[in-house]
């Protein structure tokens, strides 16, 4: 993560005309399970933040989307399993990576799309971690 911040830093120093919001759009995902991982540890449950636990979204979303959807348990179904988070996740990064491309320059798209995707994070997450996901979630893991 710190690598991640300081190439992202460096990026934005070397490139003046590049907005300072590009890098943390791309990287939305891990700044909002940081901080929200932050806050569900020490506000929501009393604990240190830096205490491990198993309720991270790539984690709700194999429990409760990947392996429900089924298949054996074989070793090799099992690890196609768990690859099939990525999928998951690439739709939104790709996304990112396409509206920088034409908008690099403005702060506007950048900043909406990381206040959009913060707020998609909470309400995703609060379907899963519910047992209430998203019926087109459910179907395309299978």
Excluded: K
């Amino acid at each position: 993560g710190f690598l991640l911040a300081e190439l992202g830093i460096l990026l934005v120093i070397r490139n003046p005309m590049l907005s300072p919001w590009c890098p943390l759009m791309l990287m939305a995902h891990p700044v909002a399970e940081t901080l929200f991982s932050i806050y569900r540890r020490r506000i929501h449950r009393g604990h240190h933040p830096g205490h491990p636990d198993a309720l991270h979204l790539h984690q709700l979303v194999y429990s409760r989307l990947v392996r429900l959807a089924g298949g054996s348990r074989t070793p090799s179904e099992r690890l196609r399993r768990n690859n099939r988070v990525a999928l998951f996740f690439w739709p939104q990064t790709l996304f990112a990576a396409l509206l920088l491309q034409t908008c690099w320059q403005s702060s506007r798209y950048p900043v909406g799309f990381t206040c959009a995707y913060f707020a998609f994070y909470v309400w995703i997450y609060g379907r899963l971690v519910s047992w209430r996901s998203p019926r087109p979630l459910i179907v395309a893991f299978r």
